[in-house]
């Protein structure tokens, strides 16, 4: 798709991969729409029809999603599955009714079985039993994967859909009870180095490895695959390389500079024991990432330290 000129209605855009979204497609001649939750619940079916009947914009990302760590998907099963599913259903079937040129739907990489062969490509999919801490949210996002293939198998849509990896980034949750590990590990080795600490605690055994992606390069790639994929199969995005949990909590304290201990809290959960991707359909359209973990980790401690105050109010 040629994005100039056109109009992009960008659902979900204050989020981590949303904003990034937005900071990549400031470089496009193109227009962005968006809207906030007080302009248009996207749970709400007569809301979101209404307000794409309106737009009808050219494209549309579907970034917007209820999202969270281990924790927070494993305690609230309801939300993670009912909000997700509400999220797409509407957006999905209002674009096929708007005429939407192109729609774009973003998944996660938590849809494969929880002991799929690694690394793990699109077929995988449906091939096992999922990791039980997130079936929910992954139930919600293979049912958007399968709604951009239902519309286009039956109406002809150009919907694709994308599974990126871990993300982190600017702009993410760094609330301790719902984050993903990478900002928790941030908040942790920052509060423990403020306050003299001589440890700070680890979810887990440390054991479970893990995909991390800096959010730009997530949508940069997000922005690649809108330009030039037309596809029935979903398509991942990975960097390709993995880390345990372990080497990144160490990798933290040496860019938060804190040299105190690690204490693993086996009581918490480990979920999948290994989550990396086979992104050779990704690559094999000529894109691949820029930023690597260490220096990533770099620049959003940095923007954590730059937006602490505005976070904690
Ligand atoms: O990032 P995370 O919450 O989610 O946890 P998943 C990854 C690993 O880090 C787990 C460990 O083994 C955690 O036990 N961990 C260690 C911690 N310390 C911490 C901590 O302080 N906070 C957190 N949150 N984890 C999520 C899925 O899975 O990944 C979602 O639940 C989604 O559905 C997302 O797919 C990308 O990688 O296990």
């Known amino acids: 798709m040629d994005l100039v000129g056109k109009r992009i209605y960008l659902a979900g855009h204050a989020g981590m991969v ?47 999603a209820k999202v969270g760590g281990i924790l927070a998907n494993d305690t609230q099963p309801a939300d993670f599955l009912y909000d997700n599913l509400m999220i797409e259903a509407n957006l999905i079937h209002a674009a096929f009714e708007a005429q939407v040129e192109k729609l774009l739907f973003l998944g996660s990489s938590c849809i494969y079985p929880k002991l799929a062969d690694q690394p793990m490509r699109e077929d995988a999919l449906l091939t096992g039993p999922l990791e039980p801490t997130n079936e929910w949210y992954a139930i919600a996002k293979i049912a958007g994967i399968k709604m951009c293939q239902a519309y286009r198998k039956q109406h002809g849509c150009d919907f694709i859909s994308a599974m990126p990896t871990n993300m982190y980034g600017f702009n993410d949750n760094f609330d301790l009870q719902s984050s993903h590990v990478l900002p928790a590990l941030m908040v942790k080795v920052h509060n423990a180095k403020v306050n003299g600490d001589k440890s700070y605690e680890v979810w887990g055994s440390g054991a479970p490895l893990r995909e991390f992606m800096y959010a730009d390069d997530c949508a940069d790639a997000l922005v690649h695959l809108l330009q030039h994929y037309s596809g029935e199969s979903h ?79």
């Not at 968006?34 to 050219?58: C, E, I, N, S």
């Not at 260490?294 to 937006?307: F, H, S, V």
Request: hydrophobic share 40%; aromatic share 6%; charged share 25%.
């Open 18 to 64: 949303g904003s990034a979204v937005h900071r990549r497609l400031a470089s496009e001649d193109c227009e962005v729409l968006t809207t906030t939750r007080g302009d248009v619940d996207l749970r709400d079916q007569k809301a979101v029809h209404a307000w794409m009947a309106d737009a009808k914009p050219d494209a549309l990302i579907v970034a917007a």
């Open 235 to 313: 398509v991942n995005v990975g960097t390709g390389e993995e880390v345990s949990i372990r080497a990144l909590a160490e990798t933290m304290c040496e860019v938060v500079g804190f040299d105190g201990e690690l204490v693993f809290d086996a009581s918490k959960p480990d979920g999948t024991p290994r989550k990396l991707m086979d992104s050779s359909l990704l690559r094999g359209m000529g894109w691949s990432p820029k930023v690597q973990l260490k220096q990533g980790i770099a620049r959003t401690y940095q923007w954590y330290l730059d937006n602490a105050d505005s976070l904690r109010a």
